[in-house]
């Protein structure tokens, strides 16, 4: 292989971010992509005769590097916010919820906007209320699960914020670390040993932020203080972007890099999953490679529907529902793209995108062949809707791997494996979602930084 200044492997946006910063600060860059495409896992894909996000379809808008990025790209005028009156609803025993005002990812915020969504019993809103009251949490505690479980009790933590935490993270929250699978929780932390206290202040200080973040966008948007953004065009319009202005570096596509040989001195970026990077550096260092398969991966799959509009009730003007673990359906969410993003809206259809698989149980969706998962998903979302026709287009999309766990422990992990990177083979170094943040945000930062 020929050699540049520093060689990327990987072309998902880790990887094509961590390229575009070094072929800014003028370096050769060679980037080395294993598959046919761009992106890893942000992707589009036709259902029926519409580009749909095949991945994720939004990214939060509050993190300044990636809005920094869009407009390096020249991608700001395409930005563009979920418009659906209802931000989600969750299910619970066969109903639908509003998920709670002044709530942050799940957290509760507000005893009585708890109160107000029906969603839980009185015992679990006066929960809410007295949680400023109890003492900080003891040091044992290592999970989000144990640590809400012990500040709200069970109904708040099963039916709030595992289904969003969770969901988010392909996992569940009594798995997920406490100090690392969210970094909302640190920041609330460090103001408050009162999760609803922290998470108030977190908030405040977020709509203080919004309006410096929001420079330079349209007015629309602006009005709206959004948390979350998309392109007007879907989200692989970052990726094209991105490759269009690497036009400087040696694109590689069906070419994985082979294990990196211990004599090589060249500077390397790694931003594969944390799996394929124990690959590449199993003979040149065996230890970072050991360590890397200690973090694991949750699979998930995404059946995405379209339907006549007029065969499905009722029309739900929401981004989404999310179906709690607790109620042990196979759906664990579904996207109402349609209604979340006016790129998707059409006057005679509607598109749904059900999502299924988490830490765990993942392994029970992998044993069903696509009609299969396609008949049970649909079952379990006609447990809330109505849907008199077949639908129109069907596409399954499955993840294998996809989502890196942030189990206790996983900080020393990361920082065990940077450090013997930096004694043995200080010429690499990794980026990607398996590391400090699994949201495209925290991957173009990680790219950044490992630039
Ligand atoms: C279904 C789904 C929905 C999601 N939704 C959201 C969302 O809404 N918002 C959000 O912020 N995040 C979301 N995420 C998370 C986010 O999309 C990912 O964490 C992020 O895109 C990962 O980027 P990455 O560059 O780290 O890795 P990847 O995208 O996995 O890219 C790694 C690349 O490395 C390549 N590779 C592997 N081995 C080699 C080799 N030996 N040589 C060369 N190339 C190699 C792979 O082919 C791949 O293309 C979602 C993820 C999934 C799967």
């Given at each position: 292989m020929a050699h540049s200044d520093v060689t990327v492997i990987g072309g998902g946006i880790a990887g094509l971010a961590a390229a575009l910063a070094l072929q800014d600060a003028g370096r050769d860059v060679s980037i080395y992509e294993a598959s046919s495409r761009w992106g890893g896992k942000i992707k589009s894909s036709l259902v029926g005769d519409t580009m749909v996000d095949a991945g994720p379809d939004s990214f939060l808008a509050r993190a300044q590097p990636t809005i920094d990025l869009c407009e390096r790209l020249g991608l700001t005028?395409?930005?563009?916010?979920?418009?659906?009156?209802?931000p989600a609803y969750i299910y619970r025993e066969g109903k639908l919820y509003e998920l709670p005002k002044k709530t942050l990812v799940g957290f509760p915020v507000d005893a009585d906007a708890v109160a107000a969504s029906g969603l839980v019993s009185d015992q679990a809103v006066a929960m809410v209320r007295n949680e400023p009251t109890l003492p900080a949490h003891e040091n044992s505690v290592e999970t989000i699960g144990g640590y809400c479980r012990q500040r709200f009790g069970d109904e708040i933590t099963d039916y709030l914020i595992d289904p969003l935490?969770?969901?988010?993270?392909?996992?569940?929250?009594d798995t997920l670390c406490l100090h690392s699978a969210l970094p909302l929780l640190q920041e609330s932390l460090r103001h408050s040993?009162?999760?609803v206290f922290g998470m108030r202040q977190v908030l405040e200080k977020r709509r203080k932020?919004?309006?410096?973040?929001?420079?330079?966008?349209?007015?629309?948007?602006?009005?709206?203080?959004?948390?979350?953004?998309?392109?007007?065009?879907?989200?692989?319009?970052?990726?094209?972007?991105?490759?269009t202005e690497l036009h400087k570096s040696k694109m590689h596509l069906e070419?994985?890099?082979?294990?990196?040989?211990?004599?090589?001195?060249?500077?390397y970026v790694i931003a594969t999953p944390a799996y394929g990077a124990a690959e590449l550096l199993k003979s040149t260092n065996p230890k970072a490679s050991e360590l890397l398969t200690q973090i694991r991966y949750a699979s998930v799959a995404q059946v995405t529907l379209a339907f006549p509009k007029k065969s499905v009730t009722p029309l739900l003007d929401t981004s989404g529902i999310v179906f709690p673990r607790a109620d042990n359906m196979l759906l664990s969410a579904c996207t109402w793209?349609?209604?979340?993003?006016?790129?998707?809206?059409?006057?005679?259809?509607?598109?749904?995108?059900?999502?299924?698989?988490?830490?765990?149980?993942?392994?029970?969706?992998?044993?069903?062949?696509?009609?299969?998962?396609?008949?049970?998903l649909l079952k379990d979302i006609q447990q809330v809707l109505t849907i008199?026709?077949?639908?129109?287009?069907?596409?399954?999309?499955?993840?294998?791997r996809s989502f890196p766990q942030y189990e206790p422990g996983h900080n020393k992990l990361v920082a065990e494996i940077r450090q013997s990177l930096q004694h043995k083979t200080p010429n690499i170094t990794l980026a990607g979602a398996a590391y400090d943040g699994i949201g495209i945000p925290a991957c173009v930062h990680s790219g950044i930084e490992a630039a």
């Open positions: 005028s395409q930005l563009t916010t979920p418009v659906a009156k209802v935490v969770g969901g988010i993270n392909a996992s569940n929250v040993h009162s999760l932020e919004s309006s410096s973040i929001l420079g330079g966008l349209d007015t629309d948007a602006r009005k709206r203080k959004p948390t979350f953004y998309s392109f007007s065009t879907g989200i692989a319009s970052f990726i094209e972007a991105l490759v070419t994985p890099h082979e294990p990196i040989h211990p004599r090589d001195s060249n500077r793209l349609s209604s979340k993003w006016n790129h998707y809206a059409t006057d005679d259809s509607i598109l749904l995108r059900l999502t299924t698989g988490r830490y765990g149980n993942d392994s029970h969706t992998a044993a069903l062949s696509n009609d299969e998962l396609t008949t049970t008199h026709a077949d639908p129109t287009a069907v596409r399954v999309q499955r993840w294998p």
